[in-house]
């Protein structure tokens, strides 16, 4: 029996899911083309009819939901339409929440992967660029009581959320990374006009009631 002509995409898919989740929890290095197919439930020999090389294949695990509609791994609980006025904010609670925290398989591949990029080649680097950019292109379209958006602001909110979350991954799980989230995300959102001043209707901060302006955090002296 012929296969029907959608059964190689979905067969793709399943590949890049597999990837997805290994490469984000071992790294590019650690993971061998077979067991990116064992993980896809494919054989090892398959897998060249859909990829020309894993590099290849990671080029397709760098997508997210800012370059691919139809990404289908949001984290529970959290919603991140690009297409709403409140997509800025969103896109930075998201980030920076627990739940995106502790889904470590279904990263933003811009928080999981950013070392496994740096040593590899154009190509890779350049299909990061591409998500980064993305993101960024999201969060300056919705910056608030700004006439001209600064690209530069939005660079900067984009920064801190991807970096936020990776030095938090670092440290051992505890209160030390939900404060340091939360540092991360107040300012982020303060830089966007998204902490309910400036004319904003105050509610984006009802949910992370953690989220206030570093401008009012105490300054610590040395004795």
Same mark, same amino acid.
């Given at each position: 029996?012929?296969?029907?002509?959608?059964?190689? =995409?979905?067969?793709?898919?399943?590949?890049?899911?597999?990837?997805?989740?290994?490469?984000?929890?071992?790294?590019?290095?650690?993971?061998? =083309?077979?067991?990116?197919?064992?993980?896809?439930?494919? %054989?090892?020999?398959?897998?060249?009819?859909?990829?020309?090389?894993?590099?290849?294949?990671?080029?397709?695990?760098?997508?997210?939901?800012?370059?691919?509609? #139809?990404?289908?791994?949001?984290?529970?609980?959290?919603?991140?339409?690009?297409?709403?006025?409140?997509?800025?904010?969103?896109?930075?609670?998201?980030?920076?929440?627990?739940?995106?925290?502790?889904?470590?398989?279904?990263?933003?591949?811009?928080?999981?992967?950013?070392?496994?990029?740096?040593?590899?080649?154009?190509?890779?680097?350049?299909?990061?660029? %591409?998500?980064?950019?993305?993101?960024?292109?999201?969060?300056?379209? #919705?910056?608030?009581?700004?006439?001209?958006?600064?690209?530069?602001?939005?660079?900067?909110?984009?920064?801190?959320?991807?970096?936020?979350? =990776?030095?938090?991954?670092?440290?051992?799980?505890?209160?030390?990374?939900?404060?340091?989230?939360?540092?991360?995300?107040? =300012?982020?959102?303060?830089?966007? #006009?998204?902490?309910?001043?400036?004319? %904003?209707?105050?509610?984006?901060?009802?949910?992370?009631?953690?989220?206030?302006?570093?401008?009012?955090?105490?300054?610590?002296?040395?004795?």
């Amino acid at each position: 029996m012929p296969y029907r002509p959608d059964h190689k =995409v979905a067969r793709r898919e399943q590949i890049v899911d597999s990837a997805r989740h290994l490469f984000n929890r071992h790294g590019f290095d650690r993971v061998s =083309v077979k067991q990116i197919m064992a993980g896809a439930g494919l %054989t090892h020999g398959g897998f060249y009819s859909y990829f020309k090389s894993k590099s290849d294949l990671y080029t397709e695990v760098l997508r997210c939901f800012f370059t691919d509609p #139809n990404w289908k791994h949001r984290w529970k609980g959290l919603e991140v339409d690009l297409c709403s006025q409140e997509a800025g904010p969103q896109i930075v609670r998201a980030y920076l929440s627990p739940q995106h925290f502790a889904d470590v398989e279904n990263s933003c591949p811009m928080v999981a992967l950013p070392a496994d990029v740096r040593r590899s080649d154009e190509r890779v680097r350049s299909a990061f660029e %591409t998500v980064f950019q993305a993101m960024v292109s999201a969060l300056q379209k #919705n910056a608030k009581g700004v006439a001209r958006p600064d690209r530069g602001r939005a660079q900067a909110i984009a920064a801190l959320c991807i970096g936020g979350m =990776v030095v938090a991954r670092a440290m051992n799980d505890g209160p030390a990374t939900k404060e340091l989230r939360n540092a991360c995300m107040a =300012v982020a959102l303060e830089l966007g #006009n998204w902490n309910g001043k400036s004319g %904003t209707k105050g509610r984006h901060n009802r949910r992370f009631p953690a989220a206030i302006s570093s401008r009012n955090a105490p300054v610590r002296r040395r004795p």
